[in-house]
T-cell receptor, first 113, second 111 residues
Framework: DGGITQSPKYLFRKEGQNVTLSCEQN?????MYWYRQDPGQGLRLIYY???????QKGDIAEGYSVSREKKESFPLTVTSAQKNPTAFYLC????????????FGPGTRLLVL | AQSVTQLGSHVSVSEGALVLLRCNYS??????LFWYVQYPNQGLQLLLK??????LVKGINGFEAEFKKSETSFHLTKPSAHMSDAAEYFC?????????FGAGTTVTVRA
């Protein structure tokens, strides 16, 4: 079955630690996205990528980094500079850039120890 | 720039009653509008999408939404609520490269 996988389901971060969230899709989609979800705030865009080896900052990119070395993969690193990382992180993809429907993975919940 | 406002963070309905979730948008271009549903600790699932082809859009699970340009609204309805409709619902508007989401409406269904 085609879809988007995210791992791990739960992730614990210690003070000063960088952690990486995985996102993989087998839908052959060009565009991929990372969102952060906090209670009562909807989803906010962190980074997006429209094509391999290219990505742009979203609305809340500070403290995060990404790479897009393969079409199927778009990992997100939460760096120690992100002072409030506790949230639910959602990865999405769409066939092309623009107004295409975005399809979402199951999410990763990041907690701080 | 575009934005979405969802009126009411929580809605409680009886099983079998009408479900009505309100969404108003602002957009500088003709909008593409979406409704997504999220069950606890899961990702978002597309319910329906408006792309200007028809003002009444039918989606999955018996939901539908009507686009009203004069009111800048895209309200979601379901004639008869089921216990399985308990979830969080998000309205979103798209410009050329990203989705902007509303804050969400949590639906509870009373037996």
């Amino acid at each position: 079955d085609g879809g988007i996988t995210q791992s791990p389901k739960y992730l614990f971060r210690k003070e000063g630690q960088n952690v990486t969230l995985s996102c993989e899709q087998n839908l052959n989609h060009d565009a991929m996205y990372w969102y952060r979800q906090d209670p009562g705030q909807g989803l906010r865009l962190i980074y997006y990528s429209q094509i391999v080896n290219d990505f742009q900052k979203g609305d809340i990119a500070e403290g995060y980094s990404v790479s897009r070395e393969k079409k199927e993969s778009f990992p997100l690193t939460v760096t120690s500079a992100q002072k409030n990382p506790t949230a639910f992180y959602l990865c999405a993809s769409s066939k092309f850039r623009g107004r295409e429907t975005q399809y979402f993975g199951p999410g990763t919940r990041l907690l701080v120890l | 720039a575009q934005s979405v406002t969802q009126l009411g963070s929580h809605v409680s309905v009886s099983e079998g009653a009408l479900v009505l979730l309100r969404c108003n948008y602002s957009s500088s271009v003709p909008p593409y509008l979406f409704w997504y549903v999220q069950y606890p600790n899961q990702g978002l699932q597309l319910l329906l999408k408006y792309t200007s082809a028809a003002t009444l859009v039918k989606g999955i699970n018996g939901f539908e939404a009507e686009f009203k340009k004069s009111e800048t609204s895209f309200h979601l309805t379901k004639p008869s609520a089921h216990m399985s409709d308990a979830a969080e619902y998000f309205c979103a508007v798209s410009d050329n490269y990203k989705l902007s989401f509303g804050a969400g409406t949590t639906v509870t269904v009373r037996a």
